[in-house]
C-alpha cells in the first residue's frame, strides 16, 4: 500500500516538515526581502561564510547562539527563522491589505498593551464585510480580542483552584449545547 499524505494542512505547512531547513529557506527569504548578498549578512552578522551556506543549504543545524547572532544581525526575531515562508507572505499580505490597522495601533497603544505577535496578526488577518476593516471594526476587534484574553486569563486562574472540576463540566455542557444546536 503506497503511503498517503495528509491533505488537511498544504504541504508547504505540514505539521511534521523538517524544522532543520526552516532556517535555511528563511535566511535566503531575508537576503531577498533585505536585497542583501551573502558577504553583506556575513558583514552583518560576523558569522563565517561557510556557516551560511551550511545554513541556507539545510545541511547543518545551527546551534542557539548562532541563530541568534544571525536574526541579530538581520534585525529580526529568532523565531521568524522558523516560520513557514507560505505564512510569512500571508502576514505581509494581511498587513498591506488592512492598513487602518497599524492607524489604530498607533492612535490607541492601550489597547494592545502586553501583547503577543500572535495577536497582533489575528487582528491584521480580520476583515470586514466589504473588504478591510474600518477605524470601527479595528477597535471592535481590538476590544473583542482584549475580552476574550481577560477570559482566558480568568479561566486560567479557576483552573488552577479548587473549582477547575466545576469550571470543565460548565464547559463540557455549553460545548455540547453549542455543538448540537446545528
Excluded: C
Excluded at 542557539?64 to 534585525?75: C, D, M
Excluded at 521568524?80 to 500571508?90: C, I, V
Excluded at 482584549?146 to 460545548?175: G, K
Amino acid at each position: 500500500m503506497v503511503p498517503t499524505q495528509s491533505t488537511d494542512f498544504p504541504p508547504a505547512i505540514h505539521p511534521r516538515r523538517d524544522l532543520r531547513a526552516l532556517p535555511g529557506v528563511n535566511i535566503r527569504r531575508l537576503m531577498a526581502r533585505f536585497d542583501m548578498t551573502l558577504q553583506e549578512v556575513v558583514d552583518a552578522t560576523g558569522l563565517d561564510e561557510r556557516t551560511l551556506r551550511s545554513m541556507a543549504h539545510g545541511v547543518t543545524r545551527p546551534h542557539a547562539r548562532t541563530l541568534h547572532k544571525l536574526a541579530s544581525g538581520l534585525g529580526v526575531e529568532t523565531d521568524e527563522l522558523f516560520q513557514e515562508p507560505l505564512l510569512q507572505g500571508l502576514a505581509a499580505f494581511d498587513r498591506t491589505t488592512n492598513p487602518v490597522v497599524a492607524e489604530v495601533i498607533g492612535a490607541h497603544p492601550e489597547l494592545i498593551a502586553g501583547w503577543s505577535p500572535a495577536e497582533f496578526k489575528e487582528l491584521y488577518s480580520r476583515f470586514a464585510v466589504g473588504g478591510e476593516l474600518t477605524e470601527a471594526g479595528a477597535l471592535a476587534a481590538a476590544h473583542y480580542m482584549n475580552t476574550r484574553r481577560e477570559l482566558f486569563r480568568q479561566a486560567a486562574v479557576v483552573l488552577e483552584s479548587r473549582e477547575a472540576e466545576v469550571l470543565q463540566e460548565f464547559i463540557a455542557l455549553l460545548y455540547r449545547r453549542v455543538t448540537t444546536l446545528e
